[in-house]
């Protein structure tokens, strides 16, 4: 909070305004990173950032997971992999033990999935370990693949998923169709050749204040949910102290 202080004040005569920027820099977050606050420079530490314009710009993932075949195709649900969202500020993202609840069996021959068996045990094809419940074991040694992060708000912002998710904010109003996400498509500098460039994951919305503010400010559920107290409520969600603790 101490950081905020001295732009408060500014914030206050410039109407809020955050500009955006093409290039910071930051090597963790290749996606067209934007400034958040540039008069200041000691706003060096973490960026929202993201969004790809093209299939050259997609982040690399360890694994290029495609939300299109599992939610979209496969009809899975969010919290089946997200199972934070609504009880925790984070969604989450799965373990491997999640993929190999399925991929312990399922396109044992797809060279991406015998990346997930590499992770969990060095080998393209793990033998299997079930306790008394028939639960996969994970071995000693399982990795965590280093997802790559689309999404990233500035540290010192406060946001919690569970809020949202069990006031019925949707998904999708925050992060857009993701089971559209990680189709194949056609490479442009080889337009005829069959699709090959995954864009497995894009970040669809600014996250910047505004954006934030602007739904506090109109979201139908807080008259479904408050009634009357609805007003109240806004008020309370324009407030500094309601995201920057
Ligand atoms: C089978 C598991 C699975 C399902 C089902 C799934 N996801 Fe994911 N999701 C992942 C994995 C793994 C990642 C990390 C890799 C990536 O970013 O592509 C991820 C990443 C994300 C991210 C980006 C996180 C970041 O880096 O900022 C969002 C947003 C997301 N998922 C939303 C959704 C939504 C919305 C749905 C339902 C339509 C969904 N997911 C369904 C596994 C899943
Ligand atoms: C509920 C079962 C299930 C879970 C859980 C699951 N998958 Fe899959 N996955 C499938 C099926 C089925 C296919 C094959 C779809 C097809 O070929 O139409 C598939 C396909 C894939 C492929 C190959 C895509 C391609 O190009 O054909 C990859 C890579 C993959 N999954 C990664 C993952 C990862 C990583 C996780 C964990 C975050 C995961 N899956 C969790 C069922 C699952
Ligand atoms: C009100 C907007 C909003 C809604 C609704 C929302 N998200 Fe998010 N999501 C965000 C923001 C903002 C971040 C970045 C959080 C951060 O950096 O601390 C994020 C981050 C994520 C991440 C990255 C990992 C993490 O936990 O930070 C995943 C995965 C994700 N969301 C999935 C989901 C799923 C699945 C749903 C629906 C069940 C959902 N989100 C609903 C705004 C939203
Ligand atoms: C609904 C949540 C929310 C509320 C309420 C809110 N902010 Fe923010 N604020 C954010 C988010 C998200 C960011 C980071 C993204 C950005 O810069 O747009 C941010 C960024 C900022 C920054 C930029 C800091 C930097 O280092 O670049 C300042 C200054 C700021 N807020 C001041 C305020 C003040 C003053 C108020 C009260 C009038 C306020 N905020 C109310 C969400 C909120
Ligand atoms: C699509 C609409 C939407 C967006 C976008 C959105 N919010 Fe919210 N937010 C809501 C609603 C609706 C509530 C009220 C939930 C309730 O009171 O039950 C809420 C409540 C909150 C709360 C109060 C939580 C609590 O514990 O009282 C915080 C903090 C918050 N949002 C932060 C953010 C931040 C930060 C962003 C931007 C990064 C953001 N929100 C973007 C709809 C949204």
New binding site residues.
């Given amino acids: 909070m101490r950081?905020?202080i001295p732009?408060?004040a500014?914030?206050?005569f410039s109407g809020?305004w955050?500009a955006e920027y093409d290039q910071v820099g930051d090597a963790r977050f290749p996606l067209e990173p934007h400034?958040?606050?540039?008069l200041?420079t000691?706003?060096d530490g973490q960026i929202?950032a993201g969004k790809t314009t093209g299939p050259q710009a997609a982040l690399e993932q360890p694994i290029p997971f495609s939300h299109n075949i599992h939610a979209g195709t496969l009809q899975m649900q969010c919290e089946y992999c997200h199972a934070e969202a609504r009880r925790s500020i984070h969604a989450g993202v799965p373990t491997l033990g999640t993929c190999m609840n399925c991929h312990s069996q399922v396109k044992l021959d797809n060279p991406d999935v015998q990346k997930i068996h590499m992770a969990w045990c060095g080998e393209p094809k793990c033998t299997l370990a079930k306790d008394a419940y028939g639960q996969l074991v994970p071995p000693p040694n399982a990795a965590s693949p280093a997802w790559q992060r689309v999404h990233d708000?500035?540290d010192?912002?406060?946001?919690a998923h569970k809020r949202h998710v069990q006031a019925g904010v949707q998904c999708t109003e925050c992060h857009g169709q993701m089971s559209l996400q990680g189709q194949k498509l056609a490479d442009p500098a080889n337009p005829d050749a069959e699709p090959s460039v995954q864009v497995v994951n894009v970040r669809e919305t600014?996250?910047?204040?505004?954006?934030?503010?602007d739904c506090?400010a109109s979201h139908p559920t807080i008259d479904q949910n408050y009634g009357e107290q609805a007003d109240l409520r806004r008020a309370e969600?324009?407030?500094?102290?309601?995201?920057?603790k």
Avoid: E, I, S
């Fill in positions: 950081r905020l732009a408060l500014v914030t206050l809020c955050v400034r958040l606050w540039p200041y000691w706003n929202a708000l500035p010192y912002v406060y946001f600014t996250l910047q204040m505004g954006w934030c503010l506090h969600l324009k407030d500094c102290w309601t995201c920057h």
